[in-house]
């Protein structure tokens, strides 16, 4: 989980030499995507989807293939979203692909625009209840939401894995709590589907674990970016030890017409 800023210019160099140019910026898969993605039922290549939160934009272009609809691409950081035009234009989806750079809490689209609401490890920032309560307004009436959100799956977590996220997210909840929180928000609850731990790995934390090993010698480890080297270095390390504790779940979730 990526350290939270307002701007570019919030977060230490070394968070872009260690991010730029990965796949993705959170865990997740093409696989995990589909799977999700066949529990909505869309227009067809009419479909108006909207992604928030896109990062580097490997969902985005993938649901743009697989739907044939448009997706409108959000993200806060311009240099992410230059990466997903290129990957648009590589897989030969960039007539559907448009991107807009915009703070997920201020989004600059009209009431009931779209016909799938998409955000891959993102909501966080919001907070769970509060991104769903504020995305809903965006959903056409019968249309869907399609979130993952980090979420425990034990109730007796390890004390590491317990007092690491207690401090990185306060607000991570369990199952439970997660789909009462959407039902509260006004959503009927489709069906979820649990990241499996490869997801974590393959074009997540093994490619970051690679860049932010390689960059730390370069950097005070007390400075800035050295402290938040490490800081992101023990995340993947608790994980390591304790994924089985907790992993991010897609709620897919639909406005009621």
């Not at 990466?83 to 009931?112: I, Q, W």
């Not at 934390?205 to 005070?220: A, F, I, Q, V, W």
């Amino acid at each position: 989980m990526a350290p939270m800023g307002t701007d570019e210019l919030s977060f230490p160099e070394a968070f872009w030499k260690g991010h730029t140019g990965l796949r993705r910026q959170g865990p997740g898969s093409d696989r995990s995507t589909k799977i999700a993605l066949s529990m909505v039922d869309l227009p067809g290549k009419e479909a108006e989807i909207l992604d928030i939160g896109c990062g580097p934009g490997a969902q985005t272009v993938f649901l743009a293939a697989e739907t044939g609809g448009r997706v409108t691409a959000v993200d806060l950081f311009a240099r992410f979203l230059e990466e997903v035009r290129e990957r648009a234009g590589e897989l030969g989806v960039a007539d559907r692909v448009s991107t807009v750079r915009a703070d997920m809490g201020s989004l600059p689209f009209d009431d009931k625009s779209f016909d799938l609401v998409w955000s891959e490890g993102a909501i966080y920032i919001m907070g769970f209840q509060s991104g769903l309560s504020a995305w809903k307004r965006f959903v056409k009436p019968g249309g869907y939401v399609a979130v993952t959100e980090i979420t425990w799956l034990v109730d007796d977590p390890s004390d590491d894995a317990s007092l690491f996220w207690k401090e990185a997210y306060p607000g991570m909840g369990t199952f439970a709590e997660n789909c009462a929180a959407a039902r509260e928000a006004g959503y009927q609850l489709v069906g979820t589907y649990t990241l499996p731990r490869e997801d974590w790995w393959t074009d997540y934390y093994r490619p970051l674990s690679n860049r932010l090993t390689s960059l730390l010698p370069s950097y005070p480890p007390d400075s800035e970016s050295g402290v938040g080297l490490r800081e992101e270095l023990k995340e993947i390390e608790i994980h390591r030890l304790h994924g089985n504790e907790y992993s991010y779940i897609f709620y897919v979730l639909r406005r009621p017409e």
